[in-house]
């Protein structure tokens, strides 16, 4: 299955989800996501923010500020299709941005290396880790170079057996979902 027909069909499941069911769904993946030792251990987490239906994260992103946790998010570079990791001190400095995904403000760049975890969005995943984006290449080119561990929220039924895979393709080291993990 090429990658287009894939996102189309993931998109359009998506969209059927209604607010409560993504609210419920959501919530199951971010406890999981905050029960995992690497998540508590971390001291700089960069976190996507959520758009679209995809799982919320705003509820996560403010308690790891309550935690004092150094938060980073993505601010997109729509000109060269990059992310710049921006560090937050409060979810009331989001505006919309790129794409019509809240954003920073205030930019304040961090050099990605200090990142201990990155948790990212995507459309579909397989059960070997591998990430379908959403055509960019933001995540694929920001991930090149970083250490960090790479944990995926998604829902369950955007697991499929087997994606197609280019060579710049990095696999996530885990990925949560309402259902569990893979």
Do not use: W
């Not at 976190?47 to 308690?63: D, G, Q």
């Not at 929220?153 to 697991?159: E, K, P, R, T």
């Not at 990925?175 to 893979?182: A, C, D, K, Q, S």
Request: net charge negative.
């Amino acid at each position: 299955m090429i990658k287009e027909v894939i996102r189309e069909r993931m998109r359009r499941r998506r969209k059927t989800l209604t607010y409560d069911q993504v609210h419920e769904k959501s919530e199951t993946i971010r406890y999981k996501l905050e029960g995992k030792k690497a998540f508590k251990d971390a001291g700089t987490i960069m976190m996507y923010i959520s758009a679209y239906k995809e799982p919320e994260t705003l509820p996560v992103i403010e308690h790891l500020l309550e935690q004092g946790k150094r938060v980073i998010v993505p601010v997109s570079s729509t000109e060269t299709n990059t992310i710049v990791p921006t560090y937050i001190e409060t979810t009331s400095e989001l505006e919309k941005g790129a794409y019509g995904i809240l954003e920073p403000t205030i930019i304040r760049p961090v050099n990605k290396k200090d990142i201990d975890i990155i948790v990212m969005p995507g459309i579909a995943f397989d059960m070997h880790r591998n990430r379908l984006g959403f055509g960019k290449g933001y995540y694929d080119k920001f991930l090149k170079d970083t250490n960090a561990k790479k944990i995926a929220l998604c829902y369950d039924f955007q697991i499929i057996d087997d994606l197609p895979i280019d060579d710049h393709d990095i696999p996530m080291d885990l990925i949560l979902t309402e259902e569990g993990e893979v």
